[in-house]
């Protein structure tokens, strides 16, 4: 790896870590809440958030196997299920929703977000984050006529970026983009489903580091590289 892909990368991985943290400033505290996070991989996160809102009726569901195993060693009531398809639980059941890059991995957003509503409680809420469409990255990659790196059209290489062709590396396997939004389309979606849009955070600013990012994340959200938005299932 050359210093240049060095330095992108570190850069990257600090944008996934500034993008929780603004996540987590969206969840409330309520020790009686009802969790569910979906996409909850090893559950990690998911652990994170169940501290931050102090409780310990905690549920989660991933497609993959592996994830809800090591999810279920954390004490989290994990389900097996796809995303696209109905969530396996009842009307009204949690307080809170945390949906975290998962959302443009999946082809059937509509039912997904008519699922969130049906199993939100009226008053809950649910926290979503994913990449950002009209991020400066992906418009600095469109001027020059490369494909932006969120843009997938393939599950098994990438083209058509600064470099030829590669691959993914294992940790991506599995679905990659479908769907890819911006903060009007996100919150639209979320709207004509009948839910209420409280707040709306960017977080990132690739390539700067994030000591820059967060300066110009407030002034230039919606050019920012990750959305978190925060939306209430209740009487409009």
Request: aromatic content about 12%; some cysteine.
């Amino acid at each position: 790896m050359s210093l240049i892909e060095g330095i992108a990368v570190h850069i990257a991985e600090a944008e996934i870590l500034e993008n929780k943290r603004t996540a987590l400033s969206l969840i409330e505290w309520n020790p009686s809440s009802a969790l569910l996070d979906c996409g909850c991989n090893d559950g990690n996160l998911t652990i994170e958030i169940a501290k931050k809102i102090e409780t310990s009726n905690i549920y989660g569901i991933d497609i993959v196997s592996n994830n809800v195993n090591a999810a279920k060693t954390k004490k989290i009531k994990v389900y097996q299920g796809d995303l696209n398809t109905k969530l396996p639980f009842p009307d009204e059941m949690f307080d809170m929703v945390h949906v975290s890059h998962i959302i443009e991995h999946l082809y059937n957003t509509d039912l997904f977000v008519k699922e969130l509503y049906r199993v939100l409680k009226f008053g809950g809420y649910s926290v979503i984050s994913t990449p950002n469409l009209s991020s400066f990255r992906n418009i600095l990659y469109l001027i020059f006529g490369k494909q932006p790196p969120a843009a997938h059209v393939s599950d098994e290489v990438v083209v058509g970026g600064w470099k030829a062709t590669y691959t993914y590396p294992p940790f991506l396997s599995g679905p990659k983009h479908r769907r890819l939004f911006t903060f009007g389309a996100l919150t639209g979606l979320c709207k004509y489903n009948g839910l209420r849009v409280e707040k709306c955070k960017g977080s990132g600013f690739y390539p700067f580091p994030p000591f820059i990012s967060r300066l110009l994340t407030p002034i230039l959200k919606p050019y920012s590289s990750h959305i978190s938005i925060k939306v209430r299932k209740c009487y409009l």
